[in-house]
Nanobody, 126 residues
Framework: QVQLVEAGGGLVQAGGSLRLSCAAS????????MGWFRQAPGKDREFVAA????????VYADSVKGRFTISRDNAKNTVYLQMDSLKPEDTAVYYC???????????????????WGQGTQVTVSS
């Protein structure tokens, strides 16, 4: 049974930083493509960032490019999302997701990911 557990959310002022983590159990992440998505109140869940099993390829949503960095530590079975220069519009529940793949293709669609965490709340005050 694959389980993903996010942590690191919280309340931060605009311009601040947070680092989210996603710890996996029941699976060895080295064969999985990992992504981060977010869902703001009243809005659809949207893609934030993803990276391949090796970390060699990354993709970011335009809205976070240059501010967020996705990374992984396969030895710790953990994926991270470093969020800098946070804006109030970044406020959302952030979810990590996993897709079994050793391809270099990085999908940005929800349906491409088989497993999801429970989410962690990020609130950015102005």
């Amino acid at each position: 049974q694959v389980q993903l557990v996010e942590a690191g959310g919280g309340l931060v002022q605009a311009g601040g930083s947070l680092r989210l983590s996603c710890a996996a159990s029941g699976v060895t992440l080295s064969s999985w493509l990992m992504g981060w998505f977010r869902q703001a109140p009243g809005k659809d869940r949207e893609f934030v960032a993803a990276l391949t099993w090796s970390g060699g390829s990354t993709v970011y949503a335009d809205s976070v490019k240059g501010r967020f960095t996705i990374s992984r530590d396969n030895a710790k079975n953990t994926v991270y999302l470093q969020m800098d220069s946070l804006k109030p519009e970044d406020t959302a529940v952030y979810y990590c997701a996993a897709r079994f793949s050793k391809s270099t293709y990085v999908p940005a669609t929800l349906g491409a990911y088989a497993y999801w965490g429970q989410g962690t709340q990020v609130t950015v005050s102005s």
